[in-house]
């Protein structure tokens, strides 16, 4: 292997390390938040309870340790940055724009820090609690695409209007990431509880109630909305006999969103126990990130030669 393509394959294999890791940071943020240890540190940023090491009970523990999980994902960024920099004169890096890439990653981390500061300092406003969940699905999506875009060639051909498994790849991405925010409006709103039964809240169609009651139902039918929109994404996929990674990826993420959809049906029957509630978030957060790699993936890859 040529010296140039080592250096993409570690630059490759970093990033997705990173996005591991920035995945169990979204979750471990879900357990902070279920267990109600978001001010475990008070109202201090960046010490805990004014101190370096402050002195630990549970709630103290989960949130201290959700920020030491963050202060070293935040050294994985930068360490991809780094790496990125010092070669970015190679053809392959500067072909792929993997710098420019991993600049915007350590700025999105920048402006994570930034959020997550004043969501602690304004004592969890639901506003920035959400804005603080998206921006990390974001910066999760862009290490996973920086990833792939160092292990596949220079973007294939857009201009084919046929290729609609490619549309509809992005559409099914999409569609996740409104429905992410929508499910974190409801966790952080207290709309969780306010539509009981599964499929329909509180036996009803069009659900009797306020705001928060209307506003678990729409996550409830972005849900419904979003299997039919990628069941139809893997059918145009595997019809226009898309690329066999694509096909793989559409099946992987089809797959995650059924489990997601089983998931949630078990949580809000059963009360909506913290396990079941860390499950769904966990299991949501795969599934965007499952449609990341496959929009990109079909983005990407050229596709089959007829």
Known sequence: MSEPQ???KRFAWLTFITAFFTYCLIVFGGVVRITGSGMGCGDDWPLCNGRLIPPMDFMTAIEYGHRLAALFVSALILVILVYAFRNRG????????LYPYSLAAAVMLIVQVMVGAITVWLELPTGTVV????????LLAALIIAGLRALLDAEAPAGDTKLGYRRWAHIAAGLCLVLLVFGALVANTGAGPLCQGF????????????????LHWTHRILAYLMLPVTLVAVVVAVREQAPTAVTRAAGVGLGLLIGQIVVAAVMVTDSLTPVLRGLHLAVGVAVWAALVVWASLARRLPPRAT
């Open 131 to 138: 804005l603080h969940l998206v921006l990390a699905s974001l």
């Open 90 to 97: 190679e053809t392959a890096f500067s072909a792929r724009r």
């Open 199 to 214: 499929p329909l809240c509180n036996g009803q169609w069009i659900p009797q109630g306020g705001g928060l009651v209307h």
């Open 6 to 8: 080592t250096s993409l």
